[in-house]
């Protein structure tokens, strides 16, 4: 625990280091803020549905250029070899990285609270929606941020790490969509596996417990497969 | 300190590492000597537990690094031989790092990175980020990271490939000083390091240990013919006949104007071979023995076991 610590710290201080987390979060702030001022949620239902709608999507995005360096500059830099051959287990490389980058996405969250601000002082919104848009926000950076460490374990070319990333998330967001063309029962099944199933309900305020485990279980599952592929170069 | 047995590794279908076995006891200095891809650096992966064997045991303080992987790795100091750093930390924050993932306790490690920066002598540069800095001074601070944690076991891949010769015999000097209480496995393609920093040496060439022994044995091996290089003014196919007619050498040969004599073990026959060339009237320009390269030692060493078979 205290070594997932040290490395998750010493990521999430690489990140204030380097332009990337300021262009992310900077990106993600325009885009959401402007979608936040335009969306008639704003006006109509004092909500802010017209940046959790938005902020979903670019997260996909942004999740996979945010992790794209975690394992992939090490395996490119050889760095690699310092951390494996240090007393750790991969286990704690893999959840200090994981750490690291979650602590910039609370960062990004925390800095786009002055829109429910904004709401506040300009109405009267409904409390819970926000609350639990926030949860489901998080619970989908934490998916996002996982696939994206996977993709990371698998190439020591940052851009190929990207591009698997938002691949893999793309298509378990879309999954959805695409399954609605299909027989009533199958697109009910796929139905179940796509990120995007779970989200809509968050931002209306109901917190459902089959979508905080679907995103916590989608999380461990994308964990656990870059600690077995850490492991693997092992014996390469 | 470390025990090797019938470690054998393939990459793919690559063997890099055939079947070797060793042994270095506690408070050596032991060589590691051989050509690029002879699978040194393979071998040091595998005791750090980097990379995993494909057959055979290897233990680190009485460790299996497969299946006490953690216990063995504590007592590894690891100097790899890319010299990776982390380029956007500074050598304090860096080195402060590495001793909190050695697990080393807080209230110690402030001193002892002040012990380590003084060792290395990077007091001036602690605060300057490390890509910001050059080679040598990279390599110094690899060296810190490798030490840091007072290991018992120094596993050094190459640690003066890259660096100015001033920084080459301080590195030295510096392994010697370490190998006083701990043990040290040192890898070199260098010949002349083995003999100053090293007590015993294994010589590998294609993932096979060709030879082990004392440093003392290895030189007879190295002195078992001697060669010399001579420039002279002269014919020079009557300068090569007269050559030949000294007691002690084998063979004389003349190329790119220079001649090449080869002498039996033991004699040296420089003197004979000024007053030859005094009494013919030539004029010697310049005369030096030749180091045997890595190379002929191999040559020497790989030919050697065949005629035996």
Redesign the interface.
């Known amino acids: 625990m205290k070594n997932t610590i040290t490395i998750a710290s010493k990521e999430f201080k690489s990140y204030l280091t380097s332009p990337m987390a300021y262009v992310v979060t900077g990106i993600f702030l325009v885009l959401t803020g402007v979608f936040f001022g335009i969306s008639p949620a704003t006006y109509d239902e004092t909500s802010i549905r017209g940046f959790l709608e938005t902020g979903g999507i670019i997260l996909l995005l942004l999740a996979s250029v945010l992790t794209m360096r975690l394992l992939a500059e090490e395996k490119k830099m050889g760095t690699l070899e310092l951390l494996l051959t240090a007393p750790l287990r991969y286990s704690e490389v893999v959840l200090g990285k994981f750490l690291g980058s979650l602590g910039i996405l609370v960062v990004m969250l925390f800095l786009t609270f002055y829109y429910p601000v904004l709401l506040f002082i300009f109405g009267d919104p409904d409390m819970g929606p926000i609350v639990t848009g926030y949860l489901g926000l998080f619970l989908l950076g934490c998916t996002t941020l996982s696939v994206g460490i996977f993709a990371s374990s698998l190439t020591s070319n940052q851009i190929v790490s990207a591009v698997v990333a938002g691949g893999i998330l793309f298509a378990l967001w879309f999954v959805g969509v695409a399954a609605s063309y299909l027989p009533q029962a199958a697109a009910e099944v796929i139905g179940f596996f796509s990120l995007s199933q779970y989200f809509p309900d968050f931002m209306r305020g109901i917190i459902d417990t089959r979508g905080i485990i679907y995103y916590l279980s989608i999380t461990i599952l994308f964990l656990f497969l870059a600690i077995r592929s850490l492991e693997n170069s092992r014996w390469s | 300190m470390i025990r090797v047995e019938n470690l054998t590794k393939y990459?793919g279908k690559r063997l890099a590492v055939d079947n070797i076995s060793f042994n270095v006891e506690k408070g050596e200095i032991v060589g590691f000597l051989g050509p690029n891809a002879a699978g040194k650096t393979t071998t040091m992966?595998i005791l750090?537990?980097?990379?995993?064997p494909t057959r055979g045991n290897v233990y680190v303080a009485g460790y299996d690094v497969i299946t006490h992987s953690?216990?063995a790795?504590?007592h590894?100091g690891?100097f790899?031989e890319?010299v990776?750093?982390?380029?956007?930390?500074t050598v304090r924050?860096y080195l402060d790092?590495?001793a909190?993932?050695?697990?080393m306790e807080k209230n110690r490690i402030k001193s002892r990175i002040d012990e380590v920066v003084e060792i290395c002598h990077l007091e001036e540069y602690i605060d300057v980020i490390i890509g910001k800095l050059s080679k040598g001074f990279r390599q110094r601070v690899n060296v810190a990271?490798t030490i840091i944690h007072e290991p018992d076991v120094l596993i050094l891949d190459e640690p003066t490939v890259g660096i100015d010769p001033i920084q080459v015999s301080m590195t030295r000097q510096l392994i010697r000083e370490l190998g006083k209480e701990r043990t040290v496995l040192l890898s070199t393609h260098i010949l002349p390091e083995v003999s100053i920093t090293c007590e015993r040496v294994i010589i590998i060439h294609e993932g096979k240990i060709v030879a082990e022994d004392s440093i003392k044995n290895l030189s007879s091996i190295v002195s078992g013919s001697q060669r010399i290089r001579m420039e002279v003014q002269g014919p020079s196919k009557k300068i090569a006949e007269r050559l030949r007619q000294i007691k002690g050498i084998i063979r004389v040969s003349y190329e790119d104007s220079r001649f090449i004599i080869e002498c039996t073990v033991g004699q040296d026959p420089r003197s004979q071979i000024m007053e030859a060339i005094v009494q013919g009237g030539w004029t010697l320009l310049s005369l030096d023995t030749m180091e045997m390269s890595l190379e002929d030692i191999f040559l020497k060493l790989t030919t050697e076991e065949e005629t035996v078979q």
């Open positions: 990459y992966r750090t537990g980097f990379l995993a953690l216990e790795r504590q590894i690891y790899p890319t990776p750093l982390y380029t956007d930390m924050n790092f590495s909190k993932l050695r697990g990271q």
